[in-house]
């Protein structure tokens, strides 16, 4: 019994320090995509900036899945301990009262993992839409970089990715709003007088990154972003 409790503690800190580190990463991340509406100057300029990373950037890459699979992992240990630790009655009522975003939080971690790999195959290493993935600019300074403004455009220009793109964020942002309080509570900062308040800034903080990120595949279908002279 001992084992278990350690186990599931264990797990909960896991899934509430992974959850929190991932929603890091998705502002941080969220903050050099915006570079977008910069143009190709600004944003080339950052995606050659992570490549001169060299070897550091596959090792925070490496980290990020390992981060998201252990957090994969450690909700489905707790999610089996709660089904199996609750009677079929209370299961029942307990799922008439729960929201879209808790009910959908299991289905939603695989979502974040299997969209990450897709993300990496498609604009890190350039499996998907190939054709795509070796373009050059010409920075400012002569620097000749790869063109990541270009290869967005054209990836959200094709209705299938852009699509994908759009359910699999909203999936996550319904992760993040219901998983913050969640992680809160497992970490022992939560109180009464606050968890309303907790929850609300959860649900704005998810819609904010949700907007922030669907503002590209939007304003790229829009025309707002479009081809610099000359690109093909």
Same mark, same amino acid.
């Given at each position: +019994?001992?084992? $278990? /409790?350690?186990?599931?503690?264990l797990?909960?800190?896991?899934?509430?320090?992974?959850? #929190?580190? @991932?929603?890091?990463f998705?502002?941080? =991340?969220?903050?050099?995509?915006?570079? +977008?509406?910069?143009?190709?100057?600004?944003?080339?300029?950052? &995606?050659?900036?992570?490549?001169?990373?060299?070897?550091?950037?596959?090792? !925070?890459? &490496?980290?990020?899945?390992?981060?998201?699979?252990? =957090?994969?992992?450690?909700?489905? $240990?707790?999610?089996? %301990?709660?089904r199996?630790?609750?009677?079929?009655?209370?299961?029942?009522?307990?799922?008439?009262?729960?929201?879209?975003?808790?009910?959908? +939080?299991?289905?939603?971690?695989?979502? @974040? /993992?299997?969209?990450?790999? *897709?993300?990496?195959?498609?604009?890190?290493?350039?499996?998907?839409?190939?054709?795509?993935?070796?373009?050059?600019y010409?920075?400012?300074?002569?620097?000749?970089?790869?063109?990541?403004?270009?290869?967005v455009? *054209?990836g959200?220009?094709?209705?299938?990715?852009?699509?994908?793109?759009?359910?699999?964020m909203?999936?996550?942002?319904?992760?993040?709003?219901?998983?913050?309080?969640?992680?809160?509570?497992?970490? &022992?900062?939560?109180?009464?007088? *606050?968890?309303? !308040?907790?929850? %609300?800034?959860s649900?704005?903080?998810?819609?904010?990154?949700?907007?922030?990120? /669907?503002?590209?595949?939007?304003?790229? +279908? #829009?025309?707002?972003?479009?081809?610099?002279?000359?690109?093909?």
């Amino acid at each position: +019994m001992l084992k $278990f /409790l350690r186990s599931t503690i264990l797990s909960k800190i896991v899934m509430a320090v992974s959850g #929190a580190a @991932i929603v890091g990463f998705l502002i941080a =991340h969220l903050t050099g995509n915006l570079l +977008m509406f910069g143009g190709p100057e600004k944003i080339n300029a950052y &995606g050659q900036g992570l490549r001169d990373l060299g070897p550091l950037l596959w090792i !925070m890459r &490496g980290g990020l899945i390992v981060v998201l699979v252990l =957090h994969v992992i450690s909700s489905i $240990f707790l999610a089996d %301990k709660n089904r199996s630790a609750r009677p079929i009655n209370y299961e029942k009522k307990k799922s008439l009262q729960s929201t879209l975003a808790s009910r959908s +939080m299991f289905f939603s971690g695989l979502t @974040i /993992l299997t969209f990450v790999t *897709y993300h990496l195959l498609h604009y890190t290493l350039g499996i998907v839409q190939p054709q795509f993935f070796h373009g050059e600019y010409t920075l400012h300074d002569g620097r000749v970089v790869h063109d990541v403004y270009t290869m967005v455009i *054209y990836g959200f220009r094709n209705p299938f990715i852009t699509i994908t793109y759009v359910l699999a964020m909203t999936f996550v942002c319904l992760h993040i709003s219901h998983a913050v309080p969640s992680a809160f509570q497992t970490l &022992g900062i939560n109180n009464v007088k *606050y968890n309303a !308040m907790i929850k %609300k800034a959860s649900a704005a903080l998810a819609a904010l990154i949700l907007v922030g990120y /669907l503002s590209i595949p939007a304003a790229i +279908m #829009a025309g707002a972003l479009k081809l610099i002279e000359g690109a093909k």
